[in-house]
């Protein structure tokens, strides 16, 4: 079993760069694909980016390609999400998660996810 803890989030202006953690207990971190979602007000959860076990293998929503970049640190059970020029768009509540499945694929379906975190708030301002 994986739990995810986010942490990272914070408020910035409209170009700016956070990095968002997700550090993970359990023994089975290193065996099991990991992605981030977001939900903004009033909006339904939606993909942002997934990785691998291996993290050789990773995933964007078009919408943060060439702009996030999603890594994994398994001698730390923790994934990250850095974000770079974020925009008013990207405001919302992210959420870590982690499949159950070992070695199962990394995908951008929020269903085949069976651990959550809490969540944690990004603000970006115009």
């Known amino acids: 079993q994986v739990q995810p803890v986010e942490s990272g989030g914070g408020s910035v202006q409209a170009g700016g760069s956070l990095r968002l953690s997700c550090a993970a207990s359990g023994r089975t971190f290193a065996s099991v694909a990991m992605g981030w979602f977001r939900q903004a007000p009033g909006k339904e959860r939606e993909f942002v980016a997934a990785i691998s076990w291996s993290g050789r293998s990773t995933l964007y929503a078009d919408s943060v390609k060439c702009r996030f970049t999603i890594s994994r640190d398994i001698a730390k059970s923790t994934m990250y999400l850095q974000m770079n020029s974020l925009k008013p768009e990207d405001t919302a509540v992210y959420y870590c998660?982690?499949?159950?499945?070992?070695?199962?694929?990394?995908?951008?379906?929020?269903?085949?996810?069976?651990?959550w975190g809490q969540g944690t708030q990004v603000t970006v301002s115009s």
């Open positions: 998660a982690a499949r159950r499945a070992l070695f199962a694929v990394a995908t951008t379906n929020a269903m085949e996810y069976d651990y």
